[in-house]
């Protein structure tokens, strides 16, 4: 059904801008092999809601059908979904006290007096210099928990529509703390998801 592919695709038109040469991110964004392994970006939050209906699906279909590679989940239905306020608030945290340690990991700041992470990183006091486009999702270092670029990278939504969480490499440290919320209103080229597997007995 190519209407509903189409329909479903990520808008890469998002990279275009005035401030950098970014024809490449257009043409290849997403479609390209080479981005593989980088987030989704570019998309609403009602295309999100679309496709965790749309993943649930096509889980729970292979389980119906007893695929061997899942066989501890026989029985089970997989529901996905976009995670609460906080349920990312506490995956993010990785069980850190988020007032001494405001992005979910214990060493914060490098030389520059900046994260570690990929986010805007000033150069002077009075500048600041942008990151071009994302980095691979298991790019950096994981917190305790194993999550990778809950800080930085791309802000995530959450179950909430408008509200993401994390920063991203076109937002400042600040804005990268667990506590802080950043508002959206449509796709853009810095704002992602992260999916939450709800696995349930069926019924």
């Known amino acids: 059904y190519p209407e509903i592919v189409d329909k479903a695709m990520p808008d890469t038109m998002i990279w275009n801008t005035q401030l950098s040469y970014s024809e490449p991110y257009v043409t290849h964004y997403f479609r390209?092999?080479?981005?593989?392994?980088?987030?989704?970006?570019?998309?609403?939050?009602?295309?999100?809601?679309?496709?965790?209906?749309?993943?649930?699906?096509?889980?729970?279909?292979?389980?119906?059908?007893?695929?061997?590679?899942?066989?501890?989940?026989a029985g089970k239905k997989v529901t996905y979904r976009l995670p609460t306020l906080a349920e990312w608030e506490f995956a993010a945290a990785a069980g850190l006290d988020t007032v001494k340690y405001p992005f979910g990991y214990e060493e914060a700041a490098d030389r520059f007096g900046t994260s570690k992470y990929h986010i805007k990183r000033p150069v002077k006091a009075s500048s600041f210099t942008l990151y071009d486009i994302t980095i691979p999702v298991k790019g950096g270092k994981p917190n305790k928990?194993?999550?990778?670029?809950?800080?930085g990278n791309v802000a995530e939504m959450i179950s909430v529509e408008g509200v993401s969480k994390g920063g991203s490499f076109y937002h400042n440290l600040d804005e990268a703390r667990v506590c802080r919320n950043i508002h959206y209103e449509a796709a853009e080229k810095w704002l992602g998801f992260r999916c939450v597997a709800v696995v349930s007995e069926k019924k």
């Open 32 to 73: 390209h092999p080479a981005f593989t392994t980088y987030p989704v970006v570019g998309v609403t939050y009602r295309q999100v809601m679309d496709y965790c209906r749309w993943r649930s699906d096509r889980v729970n279909e292979v389980l119906q059908n007893g695929d061997k590679k899942w066989k501890k989940y």
């Open 145 to 151: 928990y194993g999550f990778y670029n809950l800080t």
